[in-house]
């Protein structure tokens, strides 16, 4: 694993480059090649209710398909801008205790699919479902589109 696949690393990267996730409570990312989860705390996302604020949800479910679509590609070495398009988010139930965003690649056609449209158009989208997770719970679920985009 190349240094800036190191989770750990990519994590801190990603702290100095997205000065809010310093203020989540972002405690941990594991990365496989496939999937990849990130923890956080509740007390530093906390709303009104004492419940997970769900802008604070939104946003680790939010980086988490942006940090596995940047690690995917990175991963075959290539560089790339990444964005999310659009997003349709499903709060199923308060977070009432620390928690886990995870998300998993589609299926290998889709990634392949998604990797040839980049090297032909020079730009691709992906498809990913998120779940935000507090002990194996479902508590929100995100389905996002991201877009890599060749940089020149």
Same mark, same amino acid.
């Given at each position: 694993?190349?240094?800036?696949?190191?989770?750990?690393?990519?994590?801190?990267?990603?702290?100095?480059?997205?000065?809010?996730?310093?203020?989540?409570?972002?405690?941990?990312?594991?990365?496989?090649?496939?999937?990849?989860?990130?923890? @956080?705390?509740? %007390?530093?996302?906390?709303?009104?209710?004492?419940? !997970? &604020?769900?802008?604070? #949800? $939104?946003?680790?479910?939010?980086?988490?398909?942006?940090?596995?679509?940047?690690?995917?590609?990175?991963?075959?070495?290539?560089?790339?801008?990444?964005?999310?398009?659009?997003?349709?988010?499903?709060?199923?139930?308060?977070?009432?205790?620390?928690?886990? @965003?995870?998300? %998993?690649?589609?299926?290998?056609?889709?990634?392949? !699919? &998604?990797?040839?449209? #980049? $090297?032909?158009?020079?730009?691709?989208?992906?498809?990913?479902?998120?779940?935000?997770?507090?002990?194996?719970?479902?508590?929100?679920?995100?389905?996002?589109?991201?877009?890599?985009?060749?940089?020149?």
């Amino acid at each position: 694993m190349a240094i800036e696949q190191d989770p750990k690393v990519f994590l801190e990267w990603l702290k100095a480059e997205i000065p809010l996730l310093n203020h989540m409570g972002i405690e941990k990312l594991n990365f496989n090649g496939e999937s990849l989860t990130m923890a @956080a705390a509740l %007390s530093p996302n906390v709303n009104d209710k004492g419940t !997970g &604020f769900g802008g604070s #949800l $939104a946003t680790l479910a939010t980086i988490s398909g942006w940090s596995l679509t940047t690690l995917l590609l990175r991963e075959r070495g290539l560089n790339c801008d990444v964005m999310i398009r659009d997003c349709q988010l499903n709060f199923q139930a308060p977070v009432t205790d620390d928690f886990i @965003a995870k998300v %998993s690649l589609p299926s290998e056609l889709e990634v392949e !699919g &998604f990797l040839a449209r #980049l $090297a032909e158009k020079g730009k691709a989208r992906l498809g990913l479902n998120i779940a935000i997770l507090q002990s194996e719970q479902s508590k929100l679920l995100m389905a996002a589109n991201y877009v890599a985009v060749t940089r020149t």
